[in-house]
């Protein structure tokens, strides 16, 4: 899987977009993925994929910034 990052600049603040090759959520899951443990991948077998805790980490981070 590859991921890309964008960053620019918009009326004064940074924008940060990123983009990936990984399996598309659906559009009702999108707010829902910045919660802690939260998984696009629905079997919760950990082999597919990490544990939720990257995009609960990153909002965090951004938003003390």
Same mark, same amino acid.
């Given at each position: 899987?590859?991921?890309?990052? #964008?960053?620019?600049?918009?009326?004064? &603040?940074?924008?940060?977009?990123?983009?990936?090759?990984?399996?598309?959520? *659906? *559009?009702?899951?999108?707010? #829902? &993925? $910045?919660?802690? $443990?939260? #998984? %696009?991948? *629905?079997?919760?077998?950990?082999?597919?994929?990490?544990? %939720?805790?990257?995009? &609960? $980490?990153? #909002?965090?981070?951004?938003?003390?910034?």
């Amino acid at each position: 899987m590859a991921a890309r990052v #964008r960053l620019s600049r918009q009326d004064g &603040a940074a924008v940060v977009e990123t983009e990936d090759d990984g399996p598309e959520l *659906p *559009p009702q899951g999108l707010e #829902r &993925a $910045f919660e802690p $443990f939260y #998984r %696009g991948e *629905p079997s919760g077998y950990r082999a597919t994929g990490g544990i %939720g805790l990257g995009l &609960a $980490f990153v #909002r965090s981070v951004a938003v003390v910034h």
